[in-house]
């Protein structure tokens, strides 16, 4: 994930600052509440080629941030732990995300 400062220019060419700019509401988009958190199937882990599998590097919280615009989170059926959040649960199929906190494979 790339961090902006909030005095650096604005990606979208405005010319204004990214704080002046974008910076408040992807704030406020980041700051939306999960309404549905969905707990996803445990898979054993899928053929290597066969399937799309994502997962958490170290330093990030879960695998998708959507940045407020789902009310969802699927968290790990393993253990619980949030894996994408606000989202949109119907945006997630045919792919896998590996939980790094337990390692289990999710199935969306």
């Known amino acids: ?5 909030d005095t650096e220019p604005c990606p979208c060419g405005s010319g204004l600052s990214f704080g002046e700019c974008h910076g408040e509401r992807i704030r406020e988009k980041a700051a939306s509440p999960v309404k549905n958190r969905v707990p996803l199937a445990v898979i054993p882990p899928p053929d290597p080629g066969t399937r799309a599998v994502f997962e958490k590097t170290a330093g990030d919280s879960v695998i ?6 789902g009310p ?9 732990s949030p894996l994408a959040v606000c989202v949109r649960r119907e945006q997630f199929q045919g792919i896998v995300l590996r939980c790094l906190a337990c390692g289990a494979y999710n199935d969306t």
């Open 64 to 69: 998708f941030n959507g940045m407020g615009q």
């Open 1 to 5: 994930m790339v961090k902006i400062a």
């Open 72 to 80: 969802d989170a699927l968290d790990c059926g393993s253990c619980g």
